[in-house]
């Protein structure tokens, strides 16, 4: 039988060494050339086995027979969704090497990986990285048991420490890891592979990991079937060439081939112009005839109609019905509800991660896409504050406002825009709690107002019928029509107006200065002498504001406190 490559994707959080590790074991040095250091893109590199074996003398001195033909590396940005590279029934990669770096640990976005891993069912290894940082490292030997049993008994120890705090980290995430050479099982137990991109350490050890793993557990999940499949990564414009990055990762396809593209409509068929494959240990791409499974791709379609990142394609032989079936089950993840917030993201991988994980946190999803923000997501955003407040939310994972979007007011519409999923749903969460009780706050105060008043006995503009005259507002929201006490709980009389700087406004914030009118009161007599006033509230109001302190703020707080003292000098149980 035939069998293809194993695609292995290499994932972590960002500056955690990912395309270091990588870099040393296809012997390149990707990472100097990253913008500060750090991924931008997804990116495929396809290594034969002759490279594989003579990088890792490992596989030769243990015996280990291959029948692989290599790998195909994918390498993710720290900001990607793992789940960009996704296909029907789970996960794009049949392997992953999750990079932690053993210093820092488990950071947001290894939580993140470790969900989509869990959610897809996909086995992994994890890259205990940068061991190189610990204090007092050195490198003694090129084996790394070797290397780990003749460091300081200090550094040993420091060593140890950091080992197995991420020990415990993953078991908190639900997963039963060892170092890789205490494992007796592999099928129930994780392997932690200590490592440093940096100096090459435990690499080779991690490439036998690879290859050990993919002969003994994946052999027959890589039969080579006979109908191309693939995903597409990335769409390219080049002054007026649109190219499509993407990988093949089951069949063979020929530049003769027409294919059949997903999309949320009808299938997007195409012939194939131009059909490059990326090179061994490389990323140039050299024109091909004919491509086997697995690899990197770049095309370029005569049809090149709303192509989109994420979705899936396959070889057309006019078996549309077919193929729209095959399409239907793969992209029907979107499935969304009567009610819920707008989600965009930017492939159809990262999708449905997103969408996955605000499932779990019971988020409904009213409308979801791929691509930019745009005007009808804001319409739909709006239509939800006008019904439901909480949903007038929209989340953009990896994504911005189209250049409409950015014009178009968005007044009380929420949008939230990050680069890990983790954070984003996290915002979210944190948004719509602030939002709740803030709804839920303005209708405690529909029932009474906590409002301190500081008179500003300088400022008296008219003594009587009515009194006008100056107030600080120390505490709450001062509105007309609320009624106002003493100190000694006589009642002063019900605000008729309330003037800001000459113009009558409705209401008045605190810490704000304004003028306010008292009909049948006469300043000189009944407040020349008085320094505060309070609003007058009831029991029963004084019991609903007590029930929802958590609502209040510390100065509402302590002026109901206040307003209770008063009323408890005339009645004992007021407010009990």
Known sequence: ??????????????????????????????????????????????????????????????????????????????????????????????????????????????????????LNKIPFIIAANKIDNISGWRKISDNLKQNLDNQSTNTKTNFNEKLYTLIGSLHHHGFNAKPFYEITDFTAELAIVPCSGKTGEGINELIMMLCGLSQKFLKENLKLGEKARGVILEIKKEKTMQYIEAIVYDGKLSINNEIAIASFNEPIISKIRILEEILPISSKFKPSA???????????????????????FTIFKDNLKEIQEEFKKEIDIIKTDSKGIIVKADSLGSLEALMTLLKQEKI??????????????????????????????????????????????????????????????????????????????????????????????????????????????????????????????????????????????????????????????????????????????????????????????????????KIAEIKRKQNTTWGV
């Open 1 to 118: 039988m035939e069998i293809r490559q194993p695609i292995v994707t290499v994932a972590g959080h960002v500056d955690h060494g990912k395309t270091t590790i990588l870099d040393s074991i296809r012997l390149t040095g990707v990472a100097d050339k990253e913008a500060g250091g750090i991924t931008q893109k997804i990116s495929f590199t396809k290594v034969p086995i002759d490279k594989i074996i003579k990088r890792c003398p490992l596989i030769e001195t243990n015996n280990i027979k291959l029948d692989i033909t290599g790998f195909l590396f994918i390498d993710t940005p720290g900001h990607a969704a793992f789940s960009h590279l996704r296909k029907r029934g789970g996960s794009l990669a049949d392997l992953a090497i999750l990079v932690i770096d053993i210093n820092e640990g488990i950071m947001p976005q290894t939580q993140e990986v470790l969900e989509i891993l869990k």
């Open 290 to 312: 004919k491509v086997n499974a697995s690899t990197g791709i770049r095309m370029q379609l005569t049809n090149n109609e709303e192509i989109l990142p994420g979705m899936p």
């Open 364 to 561: 409904n999803i009213l409308k979801a896409g791929i691509g930019k923000i745009n005007k009808k997501d804001l319409i739909s955003a709006q239509t939800n504050l006008e019904n439901d407040p909480l949903n007038a939310v929209i989340l953009g994972f990896n994504v911005e406002e189209d250049e409409e979007a950015k014009e178009l007011n968005k007044k009380n519409i929420k949008i939230i825009k990050e680069e890990v999923i983790y954070k984003l749903i996290e915002n979210l969460l944190k948004y719509q709690e602030e939002k709740r009780n803030e709804i839920k706050r303005s209708k405690i105060m529909e029932l009474g107002n906590i409002c301190k008043l500081k008179i500003l006995n300088q400022y008296v503009f008219r003594n009587s019928n009515p009194a006008v005259f100056g107030v600080s507002i120390e505490t709450g929201k001062l509105r007309s029509g609320i009624r106002l006490i003493n100190i000694n709980n006589e009642e002063i009389g019900k605000i008729k107006g309330i003037q800001s700087q000459g113009k009558s406004v409705e209401e008045a914030k605190q810490n704000e200065e304004v003028a306010i009118s008292l009909p049948g009161v006469n300043f000189e007599r009944q407040l020349s002498e008085t320094k505060e006033l309070y609003s007058n509230i009831n029991a029963n109001q004084f019991k609903e504001f007590k029930k929802n302190k958590e609502l209040l703020t510390r100065e509402e707080i302590q002026t109901l406190q």
